[in-house]
């Protein structure tokens, strides 16, 4: 009997990735100089295209690692408009508006008419993402917005004056990125003019930029936190990685010797006192959370613009007094197992143990929470970032203040 063989139904291909799709996805994922070794090799339309896919700031990140002579070919070989915006966004400070903006496309006199903006917008959007339409006056000061909705409407023979949203929000590139992201919480426009101190409009900026780049700022918070570089991805190679991890690790090294050497300088101590042994660590973990609680709350703070200057005293005492209050609730359960085990040592002084457990937990949680809002502050007013190696500072604040205290109370009144 003959076997038929049923053809195989050919499934849907798998549509192609665009080439360009595909680098800009990848240099996306990449820290600014890896960016540039991955788009060094390619021609500078490829790089043009890739770059424009970006968001700005990270566009020129990576724009300004090439050498001065590739960038110059680079620029030339953008569009006009773009090439020059990349160039301006460049004089602003970074974590500014002014290195998120775009250029302007959409950009009517006051006095056009309804009918002859809309044949203009039919044409310009064929090759430009458009949200809003901008009115100017001859010097290029921002008169008012238009939205698609109110030309729809209007007669074709209006003004645009007279159809455009007079006294539009707008931002000033100088702001930075945190002040600018709270100021557009109000709104929620999903793109904003930018001004510049007289009111000309020189750009626009997406609103899922400013949050993108504040997004970035807030993940890498965690990590500068314990030393690792804000632009550090996945992507990074460990030859880099290593080379901005390493430092920070040998100070965090440095000031673990320290406070082994407060444990060190109380040896005779601990060598009578055995069971002290037990409790450092507990008092270090209590105390180092109590700081971490601390500094979450200060860099919070700072981030979102709440930390006001001259506020500072308020904070450090409310710190204060929180650890005073934890460190004396804590310190009471802990006081007690301190005396529990020495009593199950028959340890004649296991009360007075308890009571150095009590004493040092409020301490330490004291100097604990002080430090937690002290470290940041005093960073920032410093001019650095108030999140780099605060954790590695405050580890060796907690374990040297917990450690120390609880060692001389014992010292001073057991021995």
Wanted: proline letters at 7%; a negative charge.
């Amino acid at each position: 009997m003959d076997q038929t063989t049923t053809p195989a139904v050919p499934g849907p291909e798998a549509p192609e990735v665009d080439p360009i799709q595909r680098l800009s996805l990848e240099v996306s994922q990449r820290d600014p100089t890896d960016a540039f070794q991955l788009l060094e090799s390619e021609p500078d339309e490829v790089v043009v295209q890739v770059l424009a896919a970006q968001n700005p700031a990270t566009a020129l990140d990576i724009l300004w690692e090439f050498p001065d002579d590739r960038r110059g070919r680079i620029l030339d070989a953008a569009p006009p408009e773009r090439a020059r915006q990349w160039v301006r966004n460049h004089a602003y400070p970074e974590d500014t508006v002014g290195r998120l903006m775009e250029h302007p496309i959409a950009v009517f006199g006051p006095d056009l008419t309804v009918r002859q903006a809309t044949d203009r917008l039919r044409q310009l959007v064929k090759t430009a993402f458009i949200t809003y339409g901008y009115v100017t006056d001859r010097e290029g000061r921002l008169q008012g917005v238009l939205v698609f909705r109110e030309l729809l409407f209007a007669d074709e023979r209006q003004r645009l004056r007279e159809i455009m949203l007079e006294h539009p929000f707008s931002l000033r590139p100088d702001t930075p990125i945190a002040d600018a992201m709270r100021e557009v919480l109000r709104h929620h426009y999903p793109v904003y003019p930018v001004c510049d101190a007289e009111g000309r409009l020189i750009g626009i900026v997406r609103g899922k930029s400013i949050f993108q780049e504040q997004a970035f700022e807030l993940s890498a918070q965690p990590g500068t936190m314990v030393g690792v570089e804000k632009e550090e991805r996945l992507a990074t190679p460990w030859q880099r990685s290593l080379r901005s991890r390493h430092p920070w690790l040998q100070l965090n090294l440095l000031t673990a010797f320290l406070a082994a050497g407060v444990v060190g300088a109380f040896q005779n101590t601990i060598d009578q006192v055995v069971i002290l042994a037990a409790f450092l660590p507990v008092l270090a973990g209590q105390s180092g959370n109590t700081g971490c609680q601390a500094l979450a709350v200060a860099l919070r703070g700072i981030t979102l613009g709440e930390l006001k200057p001259g506020n500072e005293k308020i904070v450090v005492l409310k710190e204060a007094l929180l650890g005073l209050l934890n460190g004396s609730l804590v310190g009471l359960v802990a006081g007690i197992g301190m005396f529990v085990a020495a009593r199950w040592q028959d340890n004649p002084k296991a009360l007075v143990l308890g009571l150095i457990v009590l004493f040092a937990m409020i301490g330490s949680c004291v100097v604990s929470g002080v430090s937690g809002c002290m470290i940041p502050v005093t960073l920032k007013k410093l001019g650095a970032d108030p999140a780099t190696a605060s954790s590695i500072f405050l580890t060796t604040a907690t374990d040297v203040a917990s450690m120390g205290l609880f060692l001389a109370l014992a010292t001073w009144l057991v021995l």
